[in-house]
């Protein structure tokens, strides 16, 4: 269980999973354009630090290289294979938030996992900004800015800092 918490009927029971004991949690699932859903969810996790106990654990190499290897195990903005070319090339599929993921018991879902991952990226991942869509205009400057911050920061490592900022390998700009 990735958060700990099974329900069965009317009995919740809880262990603790990989953030550690959850306490409480609240979410919503929400449906994207082509149909896929996500998660919206904020958990409350037992004896987490506070804003300043985490402040000073961030000053320390070590908690900044934990969080970074957690960060990179858990979220990609690179996929081998995929560069301009290899995604000018493949085909948007508009129905892919229907599609079912390979059983993990699967003789080639190690393949089966990555292929679905690539066409997910391509169909749902990559960002072309449009004016009013996501480039908003400040009335001030008359400057034209995306409201989910594009162009991304290129960064040659996966790295969080002092200031909790983190930064995420991407190797170009798609």
């Given at each position: 269980m990735?958060?700990?918490?099974?329900?069965?009927l009317n009995?919740?029971?809880?262990?603790?999973?990989v953030?550690?004991?959850?306490?409480?949690?609240?979410?919503?699932?929400?449906?994207q354009?082509q149909?896929?859903l996500h998660l919206?969810?904020?958990?409350w996790?037992?004896?987490?630090?506070?804003?300043?106990?985490l402040?000073?654990?961030?000053?320390?190499v070590?908690f900044?290289?934990?969080?970074?290897?957690?960060?990179?195990?858990?979220?990609?903005a690179?996929?081998?294979g995929?560069d301009?070319?290899?995604?000018?090339v493949?085909?948007?599929?508009?129905?892919?938030g229907?599609?079912?993921?390979p059983?993990?018991?699967?003789?080639?879902f190690?393949?089966?996992?990555?292929?679905?991952?690539?066409?997910l990226?391509?169909s749902?991942?990559?960002?072309t900004c449009?004016?009013?869509?996501?480039l908003?205009?400040n009335?001030?400057t008359?400057?034209w800015?995306?409201k989910?911050?594009?162009p991304?920061?290129?960064?040659?490592?996966?790295?969080?800092?002092?200031?909790?900022?983190?930064?995420?390998?991407?190797?170009q700009?798609l």
């Open positions: 990735l958060l700990g918490i099974d329900v069965k009995r919740i029971s809880r262990s603790c999973c953030l550690g004991w959850v306490e409480a949690y609240i979410g919503m699932v929400e449906v354009n149909g896929t919206h969810m904020i958990l996790l037992q004896n987490n630090p506070s804003a300043e106990e402040h000073m654990k961030l000053l320390s070590e900044q290289e934990t969080m970074r290897m957690y960060i990179e195990a858990s979220i990609h690179h996929l081998p995929m301009k070319q290899g995604i000018k493949m085909e948007r599929d508009k129905d892919i229907f599609c079912q993921p059983h993990p018991n699967d003789l080639n190690g393949a089966s996992f990555n292929m679905l991952e690539h066409h990226m391509r749902n991942q990559i960002h449009k004016k009013f869509q996501c908003c205009q009335w001030r008359g400057d800015t995306c989910h911050k594009a991304f920061t290129l960064s040659e490592t996966d790295r969080v800092e002092e200031s909790g900022a983190w930064y995420l390998w991407i190797c700009q």
